[in-house]
Each structure stands twice: as C-alpha cells, then as structure tokens.
T-cell receptor, first 114, second 115 residues
C-alpha cells in the first residue's frame, strides 16, 4: 500500500519551518525522502532505517517512529531553494533480504516565498 | 560518471507504435529500477534488476512492457502497442546492493506522450 503524506501542500515564507509526515499501514523497514523540482529528477535527501533514528544535514532532518509506522521530515529556516515536491518512499523487508523497490507517497508540494 | 542518464528525454509516438527507452546507471551500481510517474503522483514501481537478473516486476505492468539489462550495465524498457494511458514520465534509478539500504539515484526521465 502507498504511504500517506500530509499535508498535501505547504506555503511558507523564507525562514519559516515546516513538517511533512509520511504514514504507512504496513510495518516500515526503511524510509527514503526525496525532493523533486518541476521537470527534474527526484533528488535523494536522506534514508532512515528501522530503529527510530533521526538524521539530518544542514537544516533538514527526519525522524522514524517504528511504533507509529511514521516518518517525519523537518525543514527549518526554509530557503527559496527548498521549494519543490517532497516524496517519501517506503522500503520493504522480508526474511533478511530487503526489497529494492520503494513505494512512494503522493507527495507534498512545498512553496517558499521571499 | 555524472549520474544516471536516460535517453531519449522526450518521445512522442502514435498509438499502437512500439517505443524503447534506455537507461545508463551509475557505473558501480548493481541495482537498477524503473518507475513510472504521472502528473501529481509519486513514482510508481515497475521493475528492478540486480545485475542482469530481473528480480521483481510489478503486477501493474502489462505484457506489453518488457525490460532487459543484458550485461548488467545499461537497461532498456520497451513498450509495445502503446496506448494513450502509457503517457507518463519513465524514471530509471540505480543503487548499490539494497541490502545495505543505500540511496537510489534517479535519472532525468523519459517523458512519453502517446497521441
């Protein structure tokens, strides 16, 4: 099943913060976050693995809550370059061999205004 | 090596024609994936390869679709007897062995328009 992202769209002013959530009805093993700008390829942001870890670089971080089967992406002090569509992709896991494929959410459109 | 490359970037074809797309992954990556993306949606998994072996194919993929990765390097995706519903962006991605859960890098995609 496709993970559900919320909100569907966010409008920010430069410097504001945002949180994007990704929820799954199935047990999560890994969550991959991507950003895609119009007409371009999705760009990898970060990957989180089962275990509740939190990762981040620069002003973008993410958390993984295994019990809630949810991951959240945190964007702080947003910049104009953060505008784009954010996708979470969930990876499967079975019997010690993880699936290669990702199942993506429907995306969250983030717009940052000056 | 500058990343995953796909060719062509755009393809317009008449309904019923066959089309073939090519993907060149990052050279040391042994996993290669094909996804399809329609407007306003996330990428949808089609199939993936570990080296030259096709390990999984989506049930959504009809028999008109076939993919190959003959030498474990580049891959081709062929769509036979195209239909208007096949119009979409076809994305290729590659990664190292996914058991390590490494990131997948996407190419720019091939935008297919069936008229």
């Amino acid at each position: 099943q496709q993970p559900v992202q919320s909100p569907q769209a966010v409008i920010l002013r430069e410097g504001e913060d945002a949180v994007i959530n990704c929820s799954s009805s199935k047990a999560l093993y890994s969550v991959h976050w991507y950003r895609q700008k119009h007409g371009e390829a999705p760009v990898f942001l970060m990957i989180l693995l089962k275990g509740g870890e939190q990762k981040g670089h620069d002003k973008i971080s993410a958390s993984f809550n295994e019990k809630k089967q949810q991951s959240s992406l945190y964007l702080t002090a947003s910049q104009l370059s953060y505008s784009g569509t954010y996708f979470c992709g969930t990876g499967g896991y079975a019997g010690g061999t993880s699936y290669g494929k990702l199942t993506f959410g429907q995306g969250t459109i983030l717009t940052v205004h000056p | 090596d500058t990343g995953v490359s796909q060719d062509p970037r755009h393809k317009i074809t008449k309904r019923g024609q066959n089309v073939t797309f090519r993907c060149d992954p990052i050279s040391e990556h042994n996993r290669l994936y094909w996804y399809r993306q329609t407007l306003g949606q996330g990428p949808e998994f089609l199939t993936y390869f570990q080296n030259e072996a096709q390990l999984e194919k989506s049930r959504l993929l009809s028999d008109r679709f076939s993919a190959e990765r003959p030498k474990g390097s580049f891959s081709t995706l062929e769509i036979q007897r195209t239909e208007q519903g096949d119009s979409a962006m076809y994305l290729c991605a590659s990664s190292l062995d996914s058991r390590m859960n490494t990131e997948a890098f996407f190419g720019q995609g091939t935008r297919l328009t069936v008229v």
